[in-house]
């Protein structure tokens, strides 16, 4: 899609570089990315085994590829559909307490779009708690759960499996009275946390930048959050942290404007 839509014909994902070029510059900004969470570690969930638990992702394609959703394992549509978030984040059983502050409205948003598609359809997400990240996320999330019907369940699943005939079981505890209940759907879909980026780690110490704990860039000033602990190199969008379309624009545009600023200094010096 991008490759198609680019005026300019600049993007290229078969591109190879033919040679190294040396050169010396006056600034750089990182904008590695991130990358998505395996969600193959949480076997308890059976991503991989089980053809009808699917990521986020794969949901996403499905429906703006074929224009509706189907379970994987005999390609008939799905009615009955959970979402499970925080799938790989704000878990310390496998080292990552970080929140991946997208999944919230990302989950709610394909529920959403669920229902436009197939009133009918039934959406349960599961959720640890709700992380109201974003502008206008409390009115979306009420016109989700009223207007759209969609069904949340604060519960984490313990299991998730699939019978013979392709029906997927969740086993979870009831918030309520703390018994372990089970339900039943044609579909699972993983919300799953965003980590940095692999190739970041090696780049973070051949610049000799700092990085946090979880990995993401860290910056020595929390007002100015582009700007890493060396002069003239800046950091932008998810390499800092999970973030939002949205923020990533808004961190770009900062990190451009800061290497203007930065390569002003620099000429007054001259």
Same mark, same amino acid.
């Given at each position: ?30 904008? +590695? ?13 059976? /991503? ?6 699917? +990521?986020? +992702? ?6 703006? =590829? ?21 799938? *790989? ?11 991946? #502050? ?7 948003? &394909? ?17 640890? %708690? ?13 016109? $989700?759960?009223? %207007? /759209? ?19 997927? !079981? ?6 309520? @009275? ?7 759907? @044609? ?25 946090? %704990?979880?990995?993401? $860039?860290?910056?020595?000033?929390? &007002? ?13 969008? =998810? $390499? #800092? *942290? ?24 620099? !000429?007054?010096?001259?």
């Amino acid at each position: 899609m991008c490759v198609d839509n680019c005026p300019f014909g600049a993007i290229s994902f078969s591109h190879k570089i033919q040679k190294e070029i040396l050169s010396n510059i006056s600034a750089i900004v990182i904008a +590695t990315g991130f990358e998505p969470w395996d969600p193959k570690i949480k076997v308890e969930y059976g /991503y991989g085994i089980n053809k009808n638990v699917i +990521t986020a +992702t794969e949901l996403e394609k499905q429906i703006y =590829t074929k224009g509706y959703v189907f379970r994987l394992s005999d390609k008939k549509r799905a009615k009955k559909i959970a979402i499970i978030q925080c799938v *790989g984040s704000r878990d310390r059983s496998i080292d990552n307490p970080n929140c991946s #502050q997208v999944c919230c409205a990302y989950g709610m948003k &394909m529920a959403r779009f669920l229902k436009e598609q197939d009133s009918k359809v039934e959406v349960s997400i599961f959720y640890m %708690d709700i992380q109201p990240f974003g502008k206008g996320f409390t009115k979306f999330f009420n016109e $989700c759960k009223e %207007d /759209y019907d969609i069904q949340y369940l604060r519960s984490t699943p313990s299991q998730i499996s699939q019978d013979k005939e392709g029906k997927i !079981k969740i086993r979870y505890e009831d918030p309520q @009275d703390g018994t372990i209940k089970k339900k039943y759907f @044609d579909l699972a879909v993983l919300s799953i946390a965003l980590n940095p980026g692999t190739k970041f780690e090696k780049l973070a110490e051949n610049l000799d930048i700092w990085i946090k %704990d979880s990995g993401f $860039c860290e910056s020595p000033d929390s &007002m100015q959050v582009i700007k890493t602990s060396q002069k003239g190199i800046f950091a932008a969008g =998810t $390499c #800092q *942290g999970p973030k939002g379309i949205s923020e990533c624009i808004a961190n770009a545009e900062n990190a451009a404007l800061e290497v203007i600023l930065f390569l002003k200094t620099l !000429k007054n010096k001259e």
